[in-house]
């Protein structure tokens, strides 16, 4: 047959439209439509629930893998050489951007030995590796790091510099930990401590400055930090910014 041409007077025809094909893998039959017009990404009921069990299984396989690799990761932070380390803090620290991923971390130890290996390496480059990796495994949870470090582990990350949540996430940490007499007298023990303290009240961030000031005024309830913080002329400074 001759097709329709313009001369002939007759209107092109529209391809018929192609109805959408069920979700499962394998079923090839198209969605089931309601009554209303609802369309559905699934033949029938029973599909769909098929399709949510296999992605759920897919779901627990992927992240038993990211649980072993994790693993191997945290194992490989005690390496022999501050190259293995420095990668493996920057994998985990990759890795972590994902919530799953994140969690397999966690689960597999990651806090304590990037905590461990932040106060014994001496190289800058390696802490600000150990120092992302634990931001992205503490999210803002800055305790499970002093649980393991204690106040140096944290002032450790301070020094580091960091980003300014992280340094407003420690800080705001450090003033809720000082609100305790023996966790205060704690850091009293260190007065270098209370010094890296006073350097956050000169932070580019005020929340930062605020927290630290916070912090300090906690501390100040010491008689041996108030004696502290009048030679370094902060106490003034400490009033302002809670004002």
């Not at 597999?108 to 290996?117: E, K």
């Not at 704690?186 to 010094?195: F, G, I, Q, R």
Request: with cysteine; hydrophobic share 40%.
């Amino acid at each position: 047959a001759t097709p329709p041409t313009e001369a002939s007077g007759e209107a092109p025809r529209e391809p018929p439209s192609a109805k959408p094909v069920c979700g499962l893998a394998g079923c090839t039959h198209p969605c089931h439509v309601s009554p209303d017009g609802t369309s559905y990404g699934f033949c029938s009921q029973s599909h769909a629930e098929q399709a949510r069990m296999a992605k759920e299984r897919a779901t627990r396989r992927s992240l038993g893998a990211s649980m072993a690799l994790n693993a191997m990761l945290v194992a490989a932070l005690g390496g022999p050489t501050a190259t293995l380390r420095r990668r493996a803090a920057g994998a985990l620290c990759n890795g972590s951007a994902d919530g799953d991923v994140l969690c397999a971390a966690v689960d597999a130890g990651a806090v304590a030995p990037l905590t461990t290996l932040l106060l014994s390496s001496g190289s800058v480059d390696v802490k600000q590796h150990l120092t992302l990796a634990l931001a992205h495994a503490v999210r803002g949870e800055w305790r499970a790091v002093f649980n393991v470090g204690g106040f140096q582990a944290l002032l450790e990350v301070l020094s580091v510099g960091g980003s300014e949540a992280v340094q407003q996430d420690v800080s705001s940490c450090l003033g809720e930990l000082l609100e305790d007499t023996h966790q205060r007298r704690a850091l009293l023990a260190d007065m270098n401590s209370v010094s890296s303290i006073v350097g956050l009240l000169s932070s580019s961030s005020l929340t930062t400055q605020q927290n630290a000031a916070k912090a300090l005024a906690a501390l100040s309830q010491e008689a041996a930090a108030r004696e502290v913080l009048y030679r370094l002329g902060t106490l003034s400074h400490v009033i302002r910014s809670l004002s």
